[in-house]
Protein backbone atom coordinates (compact mmCIF):
# COMPACT_ATOMS: atom_id res chain seq x y z
CA UNK A 1 0.00 0.00 0.00
CA UNK A 2 1.34 3.71 -0.88
CA UNK A 3 0.53 6.90 0.83
CA UNK A 4 0.04 10.15 -0.95
CA UNK A 5 0.15 13.28 0.55
CA UNK A 6 -3.27 15.67 0.64
CA UNK A 7 -2.23 18.37 -1.61
CA UNK A 8 -1.66 15.66 -4.40
CA UNK A 9 -3.20 15.84 -7.32
CA UNK A 10 -3.73 12.60 -10.25
CA UNK A 11 -1.83 13.49 -13.12
CA UNK A 12 -2.71 11.77 -16.64
CA UNK A 13 0.40 10.16 -18.00
CA UNK A 14 -1.22 9.00 -21.39
CA UNK A 15 0.84 12.35 -22.79
CA UNK A 16 4.80 12.55 -22.39
CA UNK A 17 3.95 16.57 -22.16
CA UNK A 18 1.17 16.43 -18.91
CA UNK A 19 2.87 17.62 -16.75
CA UNK A 20 1.76 19.72 -13.46
CA UNK A 21 4.04 20.60 -10.59
CA UNK A 22 3.08 19.78 -7.19
CA UNK A 23 4.00 21.86 -4.59
CA UNK A 24 7.12 21.39 -2.23
CA UNK A 25 8.43 19.25 -5.49
CA UNK A 26 12.31 19.73 -5.64
CA UNK A 27 13.47 21.40 -8.31
CA UNK A 28 15.37 18.79 -11.30
CA UNK A 29 19.17 18.58 -10.94
CA UNK A 30 21.90 19.76 -12.80
CA UNK A 31 24.19 17.31 -15.11
CA UNK A 32 26.72 17.17 -12.77
CA UNK A 33 24.88 16.50 -10.03
CA UNK A 34 22.94 13.63 -11.17
CA UNK A 35 26.50 12.24 -12.40
CA UNK A 36 27.25 12.35 -8.76
CA UNK A 37 23.86 10.85 -7.15
CA UNK A 38 24.07 7.91 -9.88
CA UNK A 39 28.18 7.39 -8.56
CA UNK A 40 26.92 7.21 -5.78
CA UNK A 41 24.20 5.11 -6.34
CA UNK A 42 25.49 2.61 -7.90
CA UNK A 43 28.67 2.18 -5.63
CA UNK A 44 26.23 1.92 -2.73
CA UNK A 45 24.47 -0.92 -4.59
CA UNK A 46 27.37 -2.79 -5.07
CA UNK A 47 28.82 -3.34 -1.61
CA UNK A 48 25.85 -3.14 0.79
CA UNK A 49 23.67 -5.25 -1.75
CA UNK A 50 23.22 -8.89 -2.61
CA UNK A 51 20.92 -10.47 -5.61
CA UNK A 52 19.80 -13.91 -5.93
CA UNK A 53 18.05 -15.68 -8.36
CA UNK A 54 14.24 -16.23 -8.19
CA UNK A 55 12.90 -19.56 -8.09
CA UNK A 56 9.83 -20.72 -9.18
CA UNK A 57 8.47 -24.19 -7.17
CA UNK A 58 6.36 -26.15 -10.13
CA UNK A 59 4.21 -28.81 -8.59
CA UNK A 60 3.64 -30.77 -11.43
CA UNK A 61 4.18 -34.93 -11.56
CA UNK A 62 5.64 -34.91 -14.91
CA UNK A 63 7.71 -32.32 -15.00
CA UNK A 64 9.32 -33.17 -11.64
CA UNK A 65 9.50 -37.25 -12.35
CA UNK A 66 11.32 -36.11 -16.01
CA UNK A 67 14.08 -33.79 -13.60
CA UNK A 68 14.85 -36.05 -10.82
CA UNK A 69 15.66 -38.92 -13.84
CA UNK A 70 17.59 -37.15 -15.79
CA UNK A 71 19.59 -36.00 -12.45
CA UNK A 72 19.23 -39.66 -11.53
CA UNK A 73 21.51 -40.47 -15.05
CA UNK A 74 23.73 -37.46 -14.55
CA UNK A 75 25.09 -38.71 -11.37
CA UNK A 76 25.39 -42.63 -12.58
CA UNK A 77 27.47 -40.82 -15.11
CA UNK A 78 29.62 -38.97 -12.64
CA UNK A 79 30.00 -41.90 -10.17
CA UNK A 80 29.82 -44.75 -12.72
CA UNK A 81 32.15 -43.35 -15.75
CA UNK A 82 33.61 -40.65 -14.47
CA UNK A 83 35.30 -41.77 -10.61
CA UNK A 84 34.90 -45.79 -10.94
CA UNK A 85 35.60 -46.38 -14.87
CA UNK A 86 38.07 -43.38 -16.04
CA UNK A 87 39.26 -42.85 -12.69
CA UNK A 88 38.72 -39.31 -12.92
CA UNK A 89 40.22 -38.69 -9.38
CA UNK A 90 43.81 -39.43 -10.45
CA UNK A 91 46.78 -38.20 -12.10
CA UNK A 92 48.26 -40.26 -14.96
CA UNK A 93 51.71 -40.51 -16.30
CA UNK A 94 53.36 -42.64 -18.61
CA UNK A 95 57.00 -44.39 -17.78
CA UNK A 96 60.27 -43.91 -19.16
CA UNK A 97 61.68 -47.43 -20.24
CA UNK A 98 64.25 -49.68 -21.52
CA UNK A 99 64.90 -52.97 -22.58
CA UNK A 100 67.24 -55.32 -23.30
CA UNK A 101 66.85 -58.57 -24.66
CA UNK A 102 69.06 -62.29 -25.65
CA UNK A 103 68.29 -65.04 -27.56
CA UNK A 104 69.52 -68.65 -26.67
CA UNK A 105 69.27 -72.02 -28.47
CA UNK A 106 71.60 -74.01 -31.04
CA UNK A 107 70.25 -75.35 -34.73
CA UNK A 108 71.61 -76.58 -37.33
CA UNK A 109 71.38 -77.58 -41.42
CA UNK A 110 72.23 -80.44 -43.36
CA UNK A 111 72.55 -78.83 -47.21
CA UNK A 112 73.96 -81.31 -49.94
CA UNK A 113 75.88 -83.19 -47.13
CA UNK A 114 76.61 -80.64 -45.86
CA UNK A 115 76.24 -80.35 -41.73
CA UNK A 116 76.48 -76.64 -40.20
CA UNK A 117 75.61 -76.11 -36.69
CA UNK A 118 73.87 -72.46 -35.84
CA UNK A 119 74.14 -70.28 -32.82
CA UNK A 120 72.55 -66.98 -32.02
CA UNK A 121 75.82 -64.57 -33.48
CA UNK A 122 74.64 -66.64 -37.03
CA UNK A 123 70.86 -66.37 -36.79
CA UNK A 124 70.51 -63.29 -34.72
CA UNK A 125 70.50 -59.34 -36.36
CA UNK A 126 71.57 -57.80 -35.14
CA UNK A 127 73.26 -58.97 -32.26
CA UNK A 128 73.66 -56.04 -29.76
CA UNK A 129 70.39 -57.07 -27.92
CA UNK A 130 67.71 -54.75 -29.33
CA UNK A 131 63.72 -54.35 -28.52
CA UNK A 132 63.78 -55.00 -32.56
CA UNK A 133 65.55 -58.13 -33.72
CA UNK A 134 65.15 -60.48 -36.42
CA UNK A 135 65.44 -64.63 -36.10
CA UNK A 136 66.36 -66.08 -39.07
CA UNK A 137 64.44 -68.88 -40.19
CA UNK A 138 64.94 -69.94 -43.67
CA UNK A 139 67.19 -68.91 -46.18
CA UNK A 140 69.27 -68.78 -49.75
CA UNK A 141 72.52 -68.91 -49.89
CA UNK A 142 74.66 -67.69 -53.41
CA UNK A 143 78.28 -68.77 -52.76
CA UNK A 144 81.81 -67.30 -54.62
CA UNK A 145 80.06 -64.53 -56.67
CA UNK A 146 82.98 -62.79 -58.12
CA UNK A 147 82.34 -59.45 -60.34
CA UNK A 148 81.57 -60.13 -64.09
CA UNK A 149 79.27 -60.23 -66.67
CA UNK A 150 76.81 -63.44 -67.04
CA UNK A 151 73.02 -63.94 -68.09
CA UNK A 152 69.99 -62.88 -66.39
CA UNK A 153 68.38 -66.14 -64.89
CA UNK A 154 66.08 -67.55 -67.49
CA UNK A 155 62.16 -65.97 -68.23
CA UNK A 156 63.37 -62.88 -66.77
CA UNK A 157 64.80 -59.50 -69.02
CA UNK A 158 63.83 -61.43 -72.04
CA UNK A 159 65.12 -60.90 -75.36
CA UNK A 160 65.32 -61.67 -79.02
CA UNK A 161 68.19 -59.53 -80.10
CA UNK A 162 70.87 -57.19 -78.62
CA UNK A 163 68.25 -54.11 -79.70
CA UNK A 164 66.21 -55.30 -76.45
CA UNK A 165 68.87 -55.13 -74.18
CA UNK A 166 70.14 -51.31 -74.07
CA UNK A 167 73.17 -50.87 -72.77
CA UNK A 168 74.38 -49.13 -69.68
CA UNK A 169 70.84 -48.72 -68.43
CA UNK A 170 69.67 -49.59 -64.99
CA UNK A 171 66.50 -51.55 -64.62
CA UNK A 172 65.06 -52.13 -60.82
CA UNK A 173 63.75 -55.91 -61.50
CA UNK A 174 67.78 -56.84 -62.52
CA UNK A 175 70.94 -57.46 -60.33
CA UNK A 176 72.97 -55.27 -62.26
CA UNK A 177 73.96 -53.26 -65.52
CA UNK A 178 72.96 -54.15 -69.05
CA UNK A 179 75.46 -54.73 -71.17
CA UNK A 180 73.47 -54.43 -74.53
CA UNK A 181 74.36 -58.10 -75.45
CA UNK A 182 71.03 -60.55 -75.82
CA UNK A 183 72.75 -63.81 -74.79
CA UNK A 184 71.24 -66.51 -77.09
CA UNK A 185 71.49 -69.83 -75.08
CA UNK A 186 69.35 -68.36 -72.15
CA UNK A 187 67.68 -65.59 -74.46
CA UNK A 188 68.04 -63.05 -71.76
CA UNK A 189 70.32 -59.54 -71.55
CA UNK A 190 73.80 -59.76 -70.18
CA UNK A 191 74.28 -58.53 -67.15
CA UNK A 192 77.71 -56.35 -65.46
CA UNK A 193 77.08 -57.64 -62.11
CA UNK A 194 77.99 -60.31 -59.12
CA UNK A 195 77.96 -63.34 -60.60
CA UNK A 196 76.39 -66.18 -60.19
CA UNK A 197 73.09 -64.23 -59.60
CA UNK A 198 71.06 -65.28 -57.03
CA UNK A 199 67.86 -67.26 -57.87
CA UNK A 200 65.78 -67.27 -55.69
CA UNK A 201 62.45 -68.61 -56.87
CA UNK A 202 62.21 -71.65 -55.05
CA UNK A 203 62.40 -70.79 -51.26
CA UNK A 204 63.30 -74.23 -49.42
CA UNK A 205 60.35 -75.51 -47.63
CA UNK A 206 60.19 -77.12 -45.02
CA UNK A 207 62.12 -74.22 -43.15
CA UNK A 208 65.74 -74.97 -43.17
CA UNK A 209 66.11 -73.24 -39.46
CA UNK A 210 62.76 -75.20 -38.04
CA UNK A 211 64.66 -75.42 -34.92
CA UNK A 212 64.03 -72.02 -34.42
CA UNK A 213 60.95 -72.71 -32.79
CA UNK A 214 63.00 -74.08 -29.44
CA UNK A 215 65.28 -71.30 -29.39
CA UNK A 216 64.40 -68.79 -26.41
CA UNK A 217 64.24 -65.24 -25.47
CA UNK A 218 65.00 -63.40 -22.65
CA UNK A 219 63.60 -59.90 -21.97
CA UNK A 220 64.58 -57.33 -19.22
CA UNK A 221 62.65 -54.78 -18.91
CA UNK A 222 62.85 -51.66 -16.48
CA UNK A 223 60.47 -48.80 -16.61
CA UNK A 224 60.44 -45.47 -14.64
CA UNK A 225 57.44 -43.47 -13.05
CA UNK A 226 59.47 -39.74 -12.60
CA UNK A 227 56.47 -38.16 -11.47
CA UNK A 228 55.86 -40.52 -8.55
CA UNK A 229 59.16 -41.39 -8.48
CA UNK A 230 58.70 -45.49 -8.99
CA UNK A 231 61.09 -47.34 -10.46
CA UNK A 232 59.55 -50.81 -11.55
CA UNK A 233 61.49 -53.97 -13.47
CA UNK A 234 59.85 -57.47 -15.06
CA UNK A 235 62.05 -59.19 -12.73
CA UNK A 236 59.19 -58.96 -9.80
CA UNK A 237 59.96 -59.90 -6.13
CA UNK A 238 58.39 -63.71 -7.28
CA UNK A 239 61.02 -63.96 -10.07
CA UNK A 240 64.39 -64.79 -8.02
CA UNK A 241 67.61 -66.48 -9.45
CA UNK A 242 66.81 -69.77 -8.74
CA UNK A 243 63.21 -69.62 -10.80
CA UNK A 244 64.70 -67.74 -13.71
CA UNK A 245 66.48 -70.32 -14.24
CA UNK A 246 63.84 -72.87 -14.78
CA UNK A 247 60.64 -71.28 -15.50
CA UNK A 248 59.21 -70.48 -18.93
CA UNK A 249 56.74 -68.23 -19.64
CA UNK A 250 52.83 -69.56 -19.77
CA UNK A 251 49.63 -67.25 -19.94
CA UNK A 252 47.66 -69.18 -17.07
CA UNK A 253 50.48 -70.90 -14.94
CA UNK A 254 53.43 -68.49 -15.22
CA UNK A 255 52.25 -65.15 -16.73
CA UNK A 256 55.41 -63.24 -15.04
CA UNK A 257 58.77 -65.14 -15.83
CA UNK A 258 60.36 -63.12 -18.57
CA UNK A 259 61.64 -65.95 -20.69
CA UNK A 260 59.92 -66.93 -23.93
CA UNK A 261 59.81 -69.94 -25.86
CA UNK A 262 59.63 -68.33 -29.73
CA UNK A 263 57.30 -70.96 -31.20
CA UNK A 264 55.20 -70.29 -28.03
CA UNK A 265 55.27 -66.58 -28.92
CA UNK A 266 54.24 -67.12 -32.83
CA UNK A 267 51.38 -69.61 -31.59
CA UNK A 268 50.14 -67.05 -28.67
CA UNK A 269 49.76 -64.18 -31.96
CA UNK A 270 47.22 -66.67 -34.15
CA UNK A 271 49.64 -67.85 -36.18
CA UNK A 272 51.89 -71.28 -37.25
CA UNK A 273 55.14 -71.14 -36.45
CA UNK A 274 56.20 -73.25 -39.86
CA UNK A 275 53.77 -71.23 -41.96
CA UNK A 276 55.85 -67.91 -40.80
CA UNK A 277 59.54 -69.56 -40.81
CA UNK A 278 59.27 -70.14 -44.74
CA UNK A 279 59.26 -66.44 -45.92
CA UNK A 280 59.05 -64.77 -42.19
CA UNK A 281 56.85 -62.16 -40.78
CA UNK A 282 56.46 -60.22 -38.19
CA UNK A 283 55.27 -60.22 -34.59
CA UNK A 284 54.73 -57.33 -31.43
CA UNK A 285 55.46 -58.33 -28.00
CA UNK A 286 53.37 -55.90 -25.77
CA UNK A 287 54.69 -55.35 -21.89
CA UNK A 288 51.96 -53.42 -20.49
CA UNK A 289 52.42 -51.57 -17.55
CA UNK A 290 49.10 -50.60 -16.32
CA UNK A 291 49.45 -49.43 -12.16
CA UNK A 292 47.33 -48.06 -9.23
CA UNK A 293 49.80 -46.40 -7.23
CA UNK A 294 47.20 -45.69 -4.42
CA UNK A 295 47.72 -49.40 -3.31
CA UNK A 296 51.15 -51.06 -2.30
CA UNK A 297 53.85 -50.54 -5.56
CA UNK A 298 54.47 -54.32 -5.45
CA UNK A 299 51.23 -54.70 -7.14
CA UNK A 300 52.23 -53.15 -10.06
CA UNK A 301 53.43 -56.17 -12.63
CA UNK A 302 53.79 -56.65 -15.98
CA UNK A 303 51.61 -58.56 -18.55
CA UNK A 304 52.50 -59.67 -21.79
CA UNK A 305 50.45 -59.59 -25.12
CA UNK A 306 51.20 -60.80 -28.27
CA UNK A 307 49.93 -59.37 -31.86
CA UNK A 308 51.10 -60.25 -35.41
CA UNK A 309 51.78 -57.59 -37.08
CA UNK A 310 52.46 -58.61 -40.76
CA UNK A 311 49.54 -60.57 -42.33
CA UNK A 312 46.32 -62.39 -40.90
CA UNK A 313 46.59 -65.69 -40.07
CA UNK A 314 43.06 -66.69 -41.52
CA UNK A 315 43.73 -65.47 -44.84
CA UNK A 316 45.88 -67.83 -47.52
CA UNK A 317 49.29 -66.38 -48.68
CA UNK A 318 48.18 -66.77 -52.42
CA UNK A 319 45.69 -63.75 -51.80
CA UNK A 320 48.57 -61.57 -50.73
CA UNK A 321 50.74 -59.22 -52.86
CA UNK A 322 53.66 -59.41 -50.63
CA UNK A 323 54.16 -62.09 -48.08
CA UNK A 324 56.60 -62.69 -45.32
CA UNK A 325 59.62 -60.44 -44.23
CA UNK A 326 63.28 -61.26 -46.04
CA UNK A 327 66.69 -59.34 -45.91
CA UNK A 328 70.07 -59.71 -47.82
CA UNK A 329 73.24 -59.44 -46.57
CA UNK A 330 77.10 -60.60 -47.87
CA UNK A 331 80.32 -61.62 -46.37
CA UNK A 332 83.09 -60.67 -48.26
CA UNK A 333 86.51 -62.03 -48.78
CA UNK A 334 89.67 -62.54 -51.16
CA UNK A 335 90.00 -65.78 -53.10
CA UNK A 336 92.86 -66.20 -55.68
CA UNK A 337 93.94 -61.98 -55.51
CA UNK A 338 89.87 -61.99 -56.16
CA UNK A 339 87.02 -59.99 -54.14
CA UNK A 340 84.48 -62.58 -53.94
CA UNK A 341 81.57 -62.98 -51.82
CA UNK A 342 78.70 -65.29 -50.06
CA UNK A 343 75.50 -63.87 -50.51
CA UNK A 344 72.43 -64.86 -48.20
CA UNK A 345 68.87 -63.91 -48.39
CA UNK A 346 67.66 -64.28 -44.96
CA UNK A 347 64.10 -65.03 -44.35
CA UNK A 348 63.03 -64.19 -40.51
CA UNK A 349 60.59 -63.46 -37.76
CA UNK A 350 60.97 -60.09 -36.81
CA UNK A 351 60.37 -59.71 -33.01
CA UNK A 352 59.30 -55.48 -31.73
CA UNK A 353 59.62 -55.50 -28.12
CA UNK A 354 56.28 -52.09 -27.31
CA UNK A 355 56.41 -50.92 -23.82
CA UNK A 356 53.53 -49.22 -22.76
CA UNK A 357 52.69 -47.75 -19.91
CA UNK A 358 50.09 -45.71 -17.83
CA UNK A 359 51.01 -44.83 -13.43
CA UNK A 360 47.59 -43.55 -11.89
CA UNK A 361 47.79 -41.98 -8.48
CA UNK A 362 45.04 -39.72 -5.72
CA UNK A 363 45.65 -35.91 -6.60
CA UNK A 364 43.09 -33.02 -5.12
CA UNK A 365 43.29 -31.03 -8.30
CA UNK A 366 41.82 -33.78 -10.56
CA UNK A 367 38.95 -34.74 -8.18
CA UNK A 368 37.60 -31.10 -7.38
CA UNK A 369 37.60 -31.15 -11.39
CA UNK A 370 35.47 -33.74 -11.81
CA UNK A 371 33.32 -32.97 -9.23
CA UNK A 372 33.01 -29.57 -10.23
CA UNK A 373 32.36 -30.12 -14.20
CA UNK A 374 29.35 -32.67 -12.73
CA UNK A 375 28.10 -30.19 -10.80
CA UNK A 376 27.84 -28.34 -13.83
CA UNK A 377 26.04 -31.04 -15.69
CA UNK A 378 23.63 -30.90 -13.45
CA UNK A 379 22.26 -27.96 -15.24
CA UNK A 380 20.81 -29.99 -17.70
CA UNK A 381 18.07 -30.64 -15.82
CA UNK A 382 17.15 -27.08 -15.78
CA UNK A 383 17.65 -27.18 -19.37
CA UNK A 384 15.33 -29.93 -19.71
CA UNK A 385 12.61 -29.47 -17.45
CA UNK A 386 12.47 -25.60 -18.84
CA UNK A 387 11.76 -26.31 -22.50
CA UNK A 388 8.60 -28.77 -21.52
CA UNK A 389 7.13 -26.16 -19.77
CA UNK A 390 7.57 -23.04 -21.95
CA UNK A 391 7.49 -24.78 -24.97
CA UNK A 392 5.34 -28.30 -24.56
CA UNK A 393 2.53 -28.59 -22.12
CA UNK A 394 -0.58 -27.00 -22.69
CA UNK A 395 -0.57 -24.57 -19.91
CA UNK A 396 2.69 -23.00 -21.19
CA UNK A 397 1.86 -19.54 -21.13
CA UNK A 398 1.02 -19.68 -17.65
CA UNK A 399 4.12 -21.03 -16.59
CA UNK A 400 6.11 -18.05 -18.23
CA UNK A 401 4.04 -15.69 -16.31
CA UNK A 402 5.00 -17.46 -13.32
CA UNK A 403 8.69 -17.48 -14.60
CA UNK A 404 9.56 -14.22 -16.09
CA UNK A 405 9.16 -10.61 -14.73
CA UNK A 406 8.98 -7.96 -17.38
CA UNK A 407 11.09 -4.93 -16.58
CA UNK A 408 9.04 -1.36 -16.77
CA UNK A 409 8.38 0.26 -20.38
CA UNK A 410 10.06 3.33 -21.57
CA UNK A 411 7.59 5.50 -20.71
CA UNK A 412 7.80 4.32 -16.90
CA UNK A 413 11.49 4.33 -17.30
CA UNK A 414 10.52 8.31 -17.96
CA UNK A 415 8.62 8.81 -15.54
CA UNK A 416 11.19 7.88 -12.68
CA UNK A 417 12.19 11.66 -13.24
CA UNK A 418 9.15 12.78 -11.83
CA UNK A 419 9.76 12.06 -8.08
CA UNK A 420 9.48 9.04 -6.05
CA UNK A 421 6.08 9.61 -4.46
CA UNK A 422 4.89 10.64 -8.38
CA UNK A 423 6.58 7.30 -9.32
CA UNK A 424 5.10 5.09 -7.13
CA UNK A 425 1.75 6.41 -7.68
CA UNK A 426 1.74 5.30 -11.09
CA UNK A 427 3.05 2.14 -10.30
CA UNK A 428 0.10 1.45 -7.99
CA UNK A 429 -2.35 2.30 -10.25
CA UNK A 430 -0.71 -0.16 -12.55
CA UNK A 431 -1.21 -2.60 -10.40
CA UNK A 432 -4.77 -1.97 -10.37
CA UNK A 433 -5.41 -2.53 -13.35
CA UNK A 434 -3.80 -5.53 -13.76
CA UNK A 435 -5.72 -7.23 -11.07
CA UNK A 436 -8.47 -6.45 -12.45
CA UNK A 437 -7.43 -8.03 -16.11
CA UNK A 438 -6.46 -11.29 -13.81
CA UNK A 439 -3.06 -11.57 -14.77
CA UNK A 440 -0.75 -13.90 -13.09
CA UNK A 441 2.07 -12.06 -11.92
CA UNK A 442 4.23 -13.92 -9.06
CA UNK A 443 4.91 -10.50 -7.43
CA UNK A 444 1.19 -10.00 -6.19
CA UNK A 445 0.17 -13.46 -5.12
CA UNK A 446 1.11 -15.03 -1.75
CA UNK A 447 1.75 -18.60 -1.14
CA UNK A 448 2.03 -21.18 -3.47
CA UNK A 449 0.07 -22.92 -6.68
CA UNK A 450 -0.71 -25.75 -7.71
CA UNK A 451 -1.02 -27.13 -11.29
CA UNK A 452 -1.76 -30.59 -12.69
CA UNK A 453 -1.76 -31.73 -15.88
Request: positive net charge.
Amino acid sequence: MVWLPRDFEPIDVSFRSTWKKVEGDTPPLSVGQKMKSCAANALSDFFFEYETPRQVLVRNKRVGVVCRLIQLGVLAYIIGWVFIYEKGYQITETAVSSVFTKVKGVGSTNISGVERVWDPSDYVFPPQGDSSFVVMTNYILTENQTMGKCPELPGRYICKSDTDCKGGTYNRTVDGKLTGVCVKETKTCELLAWCPLEDDRNIPNPPLLMSAENFTLFIKNSVTFPLFGITRSNLVEEIDGKTIKNCLFDPDNSPLCPIFKLGDIVKLSGFTFETMAKQGGAIGLVIDWTCNFDYDVKKCKPKYEFHGLYGNPRVKDTSKASVGYNFRYAKYYMGDKMEKRTLMKVFGIRFDIIVQSLGRKFDIIPTLTAIGSGVGIFGVATVVCDLVLLYVLPRRDFYKNMKFKYTDTAAQQELRGLGSSVYYTLEANARQVRRKDKTNDPDLDTGSIKTSE
